[in-house]
């Protein structure tokens, strides 16, 4: 199993940027792929951005062109750089892999919220 620590969340304007940052613990870690999910309050966490244990990455729409994601496998280490914020990206970031999350288990999050 693999432990994530999420962080780099704020209070930002539209049109601003945040960098979230993803410490990982785990022996697996570099040959997973890792998703950020986000999460708004009566929802559940849905997938944003994927990046495969090569370094791939692949966004949902809502925010292709506007997030990227990158890792440091020697690090245990993955990022979420977002541009171009809006108020729609106001929610709980997470890191996880696909099978964690489908068992729920997820680590504290980190709380975006963008201002209009």
């Known amino acids: 199993q693999v432990q994530f620590v999420e962080s780099g969340g704020g209070l930002v304007q539209a049109g601003g940027s945040l960098r979230l940052s993803c410490a990982a613990s785990g022996s697996t870690f570099s040959i997973r792929a890792i998703n950020w999910y986000r999460q708004v309050p009566g929802t559940k966490p849905t997938r944003v951005a994927t990046?495969?244990?090569?370094?791939?990455?692949d966004y949902v729409d809502s925010v292709k062109g506007r997030f990227t994601v990158s890792r440091d496998n020697a690090k245990n280490m993955v990022w979420l750089q977002m541009n171009n914020l809006t108020t729609e990206d106001t929610a709980v970031y997470y890191c996880n892999t696909v099978a964690q999350a489908t068992l729920g288990s997820w680590g504290q999050g980190t709380q975006v919220t963008v201002s209009s």
């Open positions: 990046i495969s244990s090569g370094g791939i990455g």
